[in-house]
């Protein structure tokens, strides 16, 4: 059964049109992670939320933020979407920092 | 930054043959982790190495960890279809809460 579940599985969304992602964990965990993956890279780590504490990384465009109104659900919303922010989003949870991750099967968001 | 670079970047043999990645930094860490990721699918964690100089088998894969932590291999024996994916390293660094992966290995197993 999936534990982390991200929905949709594609996005499909205009130049500049708000977009939301979204993420649902059935571990109760306590940390939800947001990744954006391109093609054969490396997963980047975008922001965290541990517990309510939202932890931006230092090179995450402003474009991107996040919601977690409840330890379930994280939500990424992407104000203006750009080209360059067509990616797989990989949605993570853990018990506590410093813990293996585990992950969704990800949105494949593109851009038109 | 700690960087992670696996080698090699990509991966492409036949059924039955043995492999070997690696997974090398500059910086100790506490502990190293290794996930696949299928194509269209999100990693999967397959191990989690601790203690240095220490191994782990899964199935056909064995794990290893450096003996001063700063570097790790996955070895593949007798190499199936179902290993294809991409093999990625993983890392907390000693204070630091981010996961830091490495340059990832895209390995293809064919018939």
């Known amino acids: 059964d999936a534990m982390v579940i991200q929905n949709p599985r594609y996005q499909v969304t205009q130049f500049g049109k708000p977009v939301t992602l979204s993420c649902s964990q059935t571990l109760n965990h306590n940390v939800m992670y947001w990744y954006q993956q391109k093609s054969s890279q490396a997963p980047k780590l975008l922001f965290h939320y541990y517990d309510k504490d939202f932890n931006n990384e230092a090179d995450t465009p402003d474009n991107f933020q996040s919601r977690r109104p409840n330890t379930s659900f994280c939500f990424l919303d992407i104000r203006s979407p750009g080209l360059g922010d067509a990616a797989m989003y990989l949605c993570a949870t853990s018990r506590d920092r410093n813990r293996p991750q585990h992950f969704g099967d990800g949105t494949r968001l593109s851009i038109l | 930054t700690q960087l992670l670079e696996q080698s090699p970047q990509f991966l492409s043999i036949q059924e039955g043959e043995n492999l070997t990645v690696y997974c090398n930094s500059s910086?100790?860490?506490?502990?190293l982790q290794w996930y696949r990721q299928e194509p269209g699918e999100g990693p999967v964690l397959l191990v989690t190495?601790?203690?240095?100089?220490e191994v782990k088998k899964l199935k056909r894969l064995t794990f290893q960890f450096g003996d001063a932590r700063k570097d790790s291999s996955l070895h593949i024996t007798a190499a199936q279809p179902g290993d294809t994916g991409l093999y990625l390293c993983?890392?907390?660094?000693?204070?630091?809460?981010?996961?830091?992966f490495g340059t990832g290995t895209r390995l293809q197993v064919t018939l």
């Open positions: 190495v601790v203690t240095g100089g």
């Open positions: 910086s100790v860490f506490s502990s």
């Open positions: 993983a890392a907390f660094g000693g204070t630091a809460s981010k996961l830091t």
